[in-house]
């Protein structure tokens, strides 16, 4: 398959994602998703291991980010260097965000949950760009698309605050990307670096929401909620993707990729 015909299939997915929002009704926040099986004190702290099992997050945020100033400067650079630090800056701040909507969960909290969440995810798909579409283009998307990632977050806020909940647009700027992501890892190979742990990144969110959905069922069957398991390997995301930086190539700085963008 050409080249060309790779981009219109990109294409295509992404105007069907954008039909099916204008197409679907308005979806509000369910707010029965803020009730969750786990909600046990303790220390006076209110729904004590869903907010404590966002420490992950944190720990593997600051991993992340201590880890970069010892990788090779001169292979991790540009725009792959930009978004791997706000991937990581992303992964910590979630940890707070979602830490601080547990103690408290409501639609006004979850904001602080979803937004640091999104930054992290923009990142991580400006990050596949960079290693199969090339540096010019994932240079050109980064900022918009976290532009587009974070006014996602703040539209669906503003229609909840006006009694007409919009879930629509931030759930397209989530879920879009899953699509895509393997999609150009498959549409776009390349040698520069493992692409493998950028399967591993998927499977774990992929895990992640299946412990999520399972919440209750999890925590009547082993004690621990499937929410607060969710956090912890979620995660797990920032090693995987940590791995990814560190298989960057020496040869990344003569690639195909890097001439075409």
Request: aromatic content about 14%; some cysteine.
């Amino acid at each position: 398959m050409s080249y060309r015909n790779k981009i219109v299939i990109l294409i295509g997915l992404i105007i069907l994602a954008i039909a099916v929002v204008f197409v679907v009704e308005p979806i509000p926040q369910d707010l029965a998703y803020h009730q969750f099986s786990d909600t046990k004190p303790l220390w006076g702290m209110p729904n004590f291991w869903n907010v404590l099992s966002n420490l992950p997050f944190m720990m593997a945020g600051l991993y992340g980010l201590a880890a970069m100033t010892r990788l090779n400067s001169g292979l991790i650079t540009g725009v792959v260097k930009t978004a791997s630090l706000l991937f990581f800056v992303g992964l910590f701040f979630t940890g707070i965000g979602s830490g601080y909507y547990h103690l408290s969960p409501s639609n006004s909290t979850l904001v602080w949950d979803r937004l640091p969440m999104t930054i992290a995810f923009m990142a991580f798909f400006t990050f596949v760009l960079a290693m199969h579409l090339g540096k010019k283009t994932a240079c050109l998307l980064l900022w918009p698309l976290m532009m587009v990632g974070i006014a996602s977050v703040f539209y669906w806020d503003y229609t909840e605050s006006i009694g007409a909940g919009d879930l629509r647009f931030y759930a397209m700027i989530q879920f879009l990307p899953m699509l895509l992501i393997p999609a150009i890892v498959v549409m776009f190979p390349t040698a520069d670096y493992n692409a493998a742990n950028v399967w591993a990144v998927i499977a774990v969110y992929f895990t992640a929401k299946v412990s999520e959905y399972f919440d209750y069922q999890l925590y009547e069957l082993i004690g621990i909620s499937g929410h607060s398991l969710k956090h912890m390997i979620a995660a797990l995301a920032g090693i995987a993707f940590l791995y990814a930086i560190k298989g960057i190539m020496p040869a990344r700085n003569h690639s195909s990729h890097s001439t075409a963008g």
